[in-house]
Structures are given as C-alpha cells and as structure tokens.
C-alpha cells in the first residue's frame, strides 16, 4: 500500500505562485492514477487534477484552475507535484493528493474520484492566499 505525504503548504498573497509536493513511500505504488484535491471547511471536496500516467488522455484540471495550475510527476524521486501560479483567495483549502488504480481520464470522472475518496491519500497541507 502507497503511503502519500504532502508539502509545500503556506500562505501567499493573491496573485502569488506556490509549488505543493507529494512524496510516496512503501512497497510501490499500486495506483497509477494520481491526483490533487482541495477542501474548505464547510464545502464539498473538490478534485483539482489527475493523471493517469499513461498520457492518455491527457491531464485533467477543473475550471477553476486551468491555465493557472499545473501538475507532474518525477518516478525517479516517487514525488508528484502541483505548481500553483496567480493564485486566488478561493484557492485557500486544505490540499490532498491521492493514488488510485483508476479515477482519473475525463472532469467526471475527477469529480467522481473526490466524492469517493477512493485510493491512498496523504494527510493534506494547508494553503492559505490572503486579499
């Protein structure tokens, strides 16, 4: 079973970039669908992006965040990261990321994946950009 830590987390100002990290560990990953999510207090848990490590389909990103996020994967240092750029005060949340075999390839199905909460999931950074 994958063991998932984030890191990175921090408070920036609007408009600021911010790179968040997940580093994996334990007798390998078993999910090659990997994937970022937020939640706020008091709100739905949202999926920001996956991918299926594969290239195809290509990766996926909410609304909200395309243009301005990006995520990668280095398989060297087991680490999955999401770059952050023009962030905005309703990026503020607790960020996860998440393994899974499965879940990832099109809006749906990341929406479905964060409803579900299915996989190995880290224990979230906080990410906090002021107005």
């Known amino acids: 079973e994958v063991h998932l830590v984030e890191s990175g987390g921090g408070t920036v100002q609007v408009g600021e970039s911010l790179t968040l990290s997940c580093a994996a560990t334990g007798s390998t990953f078993d999910g090659y669908h990997m994937g970022w999510f937020r939640q706020v207090p008091g709100k739905e848990r949202e999926g920001v992006s996956c991918?299926?490590?594969?290239?195809?389909?290509?990766?996926t990103y909410t609304d909200s965040v395309q243009g301005r996020f990006a995520m990668s994967v280095d398989n060297t240092k087991k680490t999955m990261y999401l770059s952050m750029s023009s962030l905005k005060p309703d990026d503020t949340a607790v960020y996860f990321c998440?393994?899974?075999?499965?879940?990832?390839?099109?809006?749906?199905?990341?929406?479905?994946?964060?409803?579900?909460?299915?996989?190995?999931w880290g224990q979230g950074t906080q990410v906090t950009v002021s107005s």
């Open positions: 998440a393994a899974n075999k499965g879940g990832c390839g099109s809006p749906l199905l990341l929406h479905l994946w964060a409803k579900s909460a299915l996989g190995s």
């Open positions: 991918m299926t490590l594969t290239g195809t389909p290509p990766t």
